[in-house]
């Protein structure tokens, strides 16, 4: 059984920098790809980076330029390291890894409970 746990969030004011991590439990035979999405209150979710097993990264619009996603493969970690924070990053940050938990089984989704990140103006 898989598990993903996020950590990292909190209160930063405008300009600050956090960096979110998101420890993986379990194994996974493999990985196709992780990603951080995030939840405003009456908003829906959106993705905001991803990092395909092949190292490719992509960001939304909103974040290009200031949010980094990383990986540690030693330590089963993803990581999201957010620079110059707006008052509109306020959100619960989710990362999301899709994989395979065997060579027999097909790709699944798994998500984290999320980590709460508000910044101040």
């Known amino acids: 059984q898989v598990q993903l746990v996020e950590s990292g969030g909190g209160l930063v004011q405008a300009g600050g920098s956090l960096r979110l991590s998101c420890a993986a439990s379990?194994?996974?035979?493999?990985?196709?790809?992780m990603h951080w999405y995030r939840e405003a209150p009456g908003n829906p979710r959106e993705l905001v980076a991803s990092l395909t097993s092949g190292g490719d990264t992509n960001y939304a619009d909103f974040v290009k330029g200031r949010f980094a996603i990383s990986r540690d493969n030693a330590k089963n970690t993803v990581y999201l390291q957010m620079n110059s924070l707006k008052p509109e990053d306020t959100a619960v940050y989710f990362c999301?890894?899709?994989?395979?938990?065997?060579?027999?089984?097909?790709?699944?989704?798994?998500w984290g409970q999320g980590t709460q990140v508000t910044v101040s103006s």
């Open positions: 999301n890894v899709q994989g395979s938990p065997s060579i027999l089984e097909s790709i699944k989704s798994y």
């Open positions: 379990g194994s996974l035979f493999s990985i196709s790809a």
